[in-house]
């Protein structure tokens, strides 16, 4: 979608997009396979030291988390640094930095996140690996280690880990509201401000997961004090939000219905994070089932409900065909129900004293009400995204003919057909201003390029060396786990691939 809104045809770097792509799908296979082959990770999605040293966790579980990762990692840098470079060096003539849609702006952002803080977490998984099959003793306290160590790194990836999955979902939203509510959104610059600076926050708060490691009065202080400033640019976010709709010619279509959905239950999420700037009440919250509902408030609240809006939003133009409103409005009402219906009673089990990771508990605590109210939540929000899923591939198969831009929405990517051809434009459109389409459609502008401008459509040919790369990388992660040899080929493979792919060359113009 990012190459349609910015207006040209393609992303800077095909090829690394192929093998992006070949990389997260090698990384989820690796991940996913050790469930059948000896047992998945059992060290938490944290895997905090020592839980994951060899004399406690012997297994091949926790290798295959850390290699699965490490894989997954590479997809991840490789997508951010391609979106990086297409975003700065390959915007549609005219489209100057503040005339980029916000969406644009949120993921630029979100690339630099990841540049940064991806090598983090690759350093401390490395460390790990070495820990369990060289013999190293980063993390092992009798030979001097530091278990903290990893907590520290892991937090310094795991918090802007957040935002590089809300900051996203952000954007979406800053796209639907806009187009559903009839007006240019609200304080565009200080929108692009806030989302920077909530990705320059995002890696000063990160030892708020750790008030109660002991860190000393000054630096549960300093924490404190960067954890309640970074809600500041959050909070311009919500107002301009609510500043968009405001007075707008709102019209109340499913991907609003999510939008809406994200801002209140992010701002529910939001108000349960500030109380973690108090190190003192987080202490008594801390591991919590309070934690687990702030958690999911943020995630799910915020993350799913803008992917959820991003999908109805962007359906019909990547299938040509709308999913019908009014299955769309059920849903979403139905999906609203069991995520509170779940989460919001785990605030008041939190409070109450109930710790996170159980799998039973004492009748005699008296949880048994409000976790099955979340019980029957889970499954109602289950049976919606199930619904979801059911009105998407009955969306594909006979949903309605969907236009250009069947929601009159404001950015290039509504400019060509649903779905884009291969090359998304036969002219490259030319920006004079921020809304350049809208004014275009009322006749206040144009998007044609003049006269006497030539194009060339070029796009490079498809190429087998990215999958290659990929291949041997997987192999060579088995092969750390089960053959030397194996390792051997699969590194080699991946050296003939990448020497293959920069000597391939682009192929013949189209």
């Known amino acids: 979608m990012l190459p349609l809104m910015l207006g040209v045809r393609d992303v800077a770097f095909p090829r690394l997009n192929a093998f992006g792509y070949f990389t997260f799908l090698a990384g ?32 091949f579980g926790v290798d295959f988390w850390i290699l699965g990762l490490q894989i997954l990692g590479i997809s991840s840098t490789t997508g951010a640094l391609n979106f990086f470079v297409t975003i700065l060096n390959m915007r549609a003539p005219g489209m100057t930095m503040m005339r980029l849609p916000i969406f644009a702006w949120m993921m630029l952002i979100t690339s630099v996140l990841i540049l940064l803080a991806f090598p983090v977490i690759t350093i401390a998984l490395l460390l790990l690996l070495l820990d ?39 954007g979406v939203v800053s796209e639907v509201l806009p187009a559903f509510s ?22 000063t708060v990160w030892s708020h997961h750790m008030f109660t490691t002991g860190l000393g009065p000054i630096a549960n202080a300093a924490f404190a004090l960067t954890t309640m400033a970074i809600a500041v640019p959050t909070g311009i976010k919500i107002f301009n939000w609510i500043g968009t709709l405001w007075g707008g010619s709102i019209r109340l279509r499913v991907p609003l219905l999510y939008a809406l959905g994200f801002i209140s239950m992010f701002l529910i999420g939001g108000f349960s994070g500030i109380m973690h700037s108090a190190a003192a009440a987080d202490t008594q919250q801390h591991d919590s089932y309070f934690v687990v509902a702030h958690f999911h408030y943020v995630m799910i609240g915020g993350a799913l409900f803008a992917l959820l809006s991003g999908i109805t939003y962007w359906f019909p133009k990547i299938t040509g065909r709308m999913m019908s409103d009014a299955w769309g409005r059920r849903i979403f009402w139905l999906f609203f129900a069991g995520f509170n ?31 099955f109210t979340a019980t029957i939540g889970a499954f109602i929000l289950a049976i919606s995204l199930l619904f979801f899923i059911i009105d998407l591939f009955r969306a594909l198969r006979a949903g309605a003919p969907a236009g250009a831009d069947p929601w009159d929405a404001r950015t290039l990517e509504w400019h060509t057909t649903s779905p884009p051809p291969v090359h998304n434009f036969d002219q490259l459109p030319v920006v004079s201003s921020l809304d350049a389409f809208w004014e275009a459609k009322q006749g206040a502008a144009t998007l044609s390029a003049p006269p006497e401008h030539e194009e060339r459509i070029h796009l490079p040919q498809p190429s087998y060396f990215p999958a290659l790369c990929t291949l041997g990388i997987l192999l060579g992660a088995y092969g750390l786990l089960y053959s030397g040899a194996l390792a051997i080929g699969g590194l080699a493979l991946a050296v003939f691939s990448i020497y293959g792919w920069a000597f391939e060359g682009v192929g013949e113009a189209k």
């Open 28 to 59: 989820g296979i690796l991940l996913n396979s050790s469930w059948f082959l000896g047992g998945a990770s059992n060290a938490g999605w944290f895997a905090y030291a020592n839980l994951t040293s060899r004399q406690f966790n012997p297994g």
């Open 132 to 170: 369990r099959m060289v013999g190293t003793t980063f993390f092992e306290v009798a030979s001097g280690g530091m278990p903290i160590l990893w907590q520290h790194l892991f937090w310094v990836f795991g918090h802007p880990e957040v935002y590089i999955i809300i900051l996203p979902g952000m």
């Open 182 to 203: 009839r007006k240019p959104l609200f304080g565009y610059p200080i929108m692009v401000f806030s989302g920077a600076a909530i990705g320059f926050m995002g890696f």
């Open 341 to 371: 219906i779940t989460f919001f009673p785990m605030h008041f089990l939190g409070l109450d004293g109930m710790p996170r990771r159980i799998y039973t508990y004492s009748a005699e605590m008296g949880w048994q009400f409000w976790n």
